[in-house]
């Protein structure tokens, strides 16, 4: 599974937010781009330690539920944590500067080192690079890039 970490992969991901625009038109789903932004943000910061989301139980075992989240595509239209939903609109071009600043900040620490759990289980530094992949590959294709 990619990573984060990895210099091609981290380069493509910082490639596609820059092709953003603030008029992006989503190909489903009901964030706008800056929404879109804000949300990928929100694990970003969680995973530097930045955030901490409120305590809730988990619909599964957590390491079950882990594995699912890292393995199992993410279809269209998937359950968002309560706490990422977007309600309000941001400014594009500050959301995109913090997303691009995160994972300057994320990729400069050890992977191997030791990492703030997420709010429904532990995660290594490969499991959150793999997360941050994931997730922001399945935001940009939600809006064509």
């Known amino acids: 599974m990619a990573m984060l970490h990895d210099p091609v992969t981290l380069q493509s991901i910082k490639q596609r937010l820059l092709a953003l625009r603030p008029d992006t038109p989503r190909r489903w789903g009901s964030m706008t781009v800056d929404q879109m932004l804000w949300h990928v943000n929100v694990p970003l910061r969680e995973s530097l330690g930045e955030y901490v989301a409120p305590p ?4 599964l075992p957590r390491a079950l539920l882990r594995w699912l989240v890292l393995n199992v595509p993410w279809p269209r239209g998937a359950r968002t944590r ?3 939903v977007a309600l309000e609109h941001h400014d594009f071009e500050t959301e995109r500067a913090r997303c691009l600043a995160l994972i300057d900040r994320f990729v400069a620490a050890d992977a191997d080192a030791s990492w703030p759990a997420s709010r429904n289980f532990s995660m290594t530094g490969a499991q959150w690079s793999q997360l941050h992949v994931k997730h922001l590959d399945h935001h940009l294709k939600q809006f064509g890039i």
């Open 82 to 84: 309560p706490d990422m």
């Open 56 to 59: 809730s139980k988990p619909p």
